[in-house]
């Protein structure tokens, strides 16, 4: 049966221009520098300079619905007043500054090293072994799924499967085996290609020249111990291969001299080099706090002239066609992607000075001292209520952007930590209890590491009463392992 009803809904919905921000906002500067060069390139409305003329065009019209147009609808466009649509609504100039930098600045270009690539480094080395067509072209595959860390991760039935689909080459386990022990893991550096860490550790123990008594021994750890060894397990090691304490610790210390990331170690890996480049730069001026936005290569930019004059050509025109019509719609459409955009630009250069200014403020004792101490307890909501923004944003702006400061470049979330209370009432940072923990462990006796519990004790003593499992956690977040894996002899 149908009926009717009324109901009330409130919803929350964000607009073209709202959306467009959010994205611009998030973005690192080197990623919002490539889209404005995007920008530029799609939209030929949107220029560089800062140079508008007088012409202007308005951005508001009844008759005119853009997100309400199609093709359908653009054939019939008699009824629509072209000349009220272009009516000369006075508007601001659309420009925006986002470049704080004067042109006597200095700047300084970082040069990078040209070599081949890991993998092409691998495979010239494979052509001095005497490998017929086939051999080398499954050679040459193989070392196509070695991993930046030099591991070969993948089941090499499925390498043989792929091998036959994609290469038309018919071959089985036992060959594909046989050429990456054989000749893969025997290439500089050795290790590479192993399955395993295990594997890694055997190859290039078994490659060491000369071989001695503790290579051997060593080998022996890693052949037939190496679950107990990796959890150091030494007395159960000492009694299983039947040595003494000196002669366990030169063999482990032998183990500890190979490299567990073979792969890692090639110098000429021209793997894209992650430079970071900071949004923001904290100075030290007089004594004072000076905050910089990073706009050195951010262009001005301003909506095109040739495009607004074009929209009062046809305002003048008494008679319009179809085409003309549709001609203005697209005009119309590009001027008004190039204003949003424009103040997408200067909106999210205020939010992250405004942001970063509360940030800055909020910690200045420390970007003043760089003392790790002085790091006071901030959340999101600490600066979103400072700023009058929402925690979303300031999450945005934390999350992806660099700081670069006297003591150093680093992540702006790096900043936000939660707050403990002392025994003193004080509340401090659970930076500054991490950086203490830190401090305990390293100067710990490794013979006989500090527990969990006795970590809880001894920070306990410090004045900050903290839990067992808080502890466990701010360890592991400082990748630090258990006592008994931090043994040493």
């Known amino acids: ?202 190859v ?19 052949n037939k111990s190496f679950e107990a060894f990796t959890k150091k397990h030494y007395k159960r090691l000492m009694l299983k291969h039947d040595v003494t304490e000196d002669q366990l610790k030169d063999a482990i210390s032998e183990i500890e001299k190979l490299n567990p990331k073979p792969g890692k170690a090639f110098s000429g890996n021209t793997k894209e080099l992650e430079q970071i480049t900071p949004d923001f730069t904290i100075r030290i001026v007089d004594g004072e706090l000076e905050l910089t936005i990073n706009g050195r290569n951010v262009p001005e930019l301003r909506v095109s002239n040739a495009y607004a004059e074009m929209l009062d050509t046809y305002k003048h025109t008494e008679k319009k066609s179809t085409e003309q019509k549709e001609a203005v ?64 944003t300031v999450s945005r702006v934390a999350n992806s952007k660099y700081v670069n400061t006297p003591y150093g470049t680093f992540l702006i979330k790096d900043l936000f930590s939660e707050s403990l209370t002392n025994e003193e009432g004080e509340e401090v940072s659970t930076r500054e209890i991490k950086r203490i923990l830190q401090d305990v462990i390293v100067d710990e006796d490794k013979r006989k590491p500090l527990t969990d519990e006795k970590l809880t004790e001894i920070l306990k003593e410090k004045g900050y009463p903290i839990a067992r499992r808080t502890i466990a956690k701010y360890r592991e977040q400082l990748n630090i392992p258990v006592a008994r894996l931090r043994k040493e002899i």
Do not use: H
């Open 329 to 392: 719609l697209f005009v119309k459409q590009k001027l008004d992607a190039a204003k949003w955009f424009i103040e997408a630009v200067t909106q999210r250069r205020n939010t992250l000075l405004y942001t970063m200014t509360a940030i800055m403020e909020f910690q200045e004792e420390y970007f003043l001292t760089g003392d790790e101490t002085k790091i006071k307890p901030m959340i999101l909501k600490d600066i979103a209520d400072r700023i009058g923004m929402d925690i979303s």
């Open 204 to 222: 290039q123990l078994e490659n060491k020249t000369p071989q001695t008594e503790t290579t051997e021994l060593a080998l022996n750890l890693i």
């Open 1 to 202: 049966m149908l009926k009717q009803e009324l109901s009330l809904k409130l919803q929350q919905k964000l607009s073209p221009q709202q959306i467009q921000l959010m994205k611009l906002v998030q973005l690192p500067t080197i990623a919002f520098e490539q889209r404005i060069k995007q920008e530029l390139e799609e939209n030929p409305a949107l220029e560089e300079g800062n140079d508008y003329g007088d012409e202007e065009f308005s951005s508001e019209s009844d008759e005119w619905n853009n997100e309400e147009y199609n093709e359908e609808s653009s054939i019939d466009t008699s009824d629509i007043n072209i000349d009220e649509y272009l009516s000369d609504d006075e508007i601001p100039n659309y420009k925006t500054y986002t470049n704080n930098y004067s042109d006597d600045d200095e700047e300084r270009a970082i040069p990078y090293a040209q070599g081949i690539s890991f993998l092409d480094y691998l495979e010239n080395q494979l052509s001095m072994y005497r490998l017929d067509e086939e051999e080398f072209s499954i050679a040459e595959f193989i070392i196509g799924n070695i991993d930046d860390d030099g591991y070969i991760r993948r089941d090499l039935q499925a390498i043989v499967d792929d091998l036959a689909f994609t290469q038309n080459i018919y071959t089985d386990k036992t060959e594909v085996e046989n050429l990456l022990v054989n000749y893969i893991q025997k290439l500089d550096p050795i290790g590479v290609g192993a399955r395993n860490l295990q594997e890694c550790l055997k």
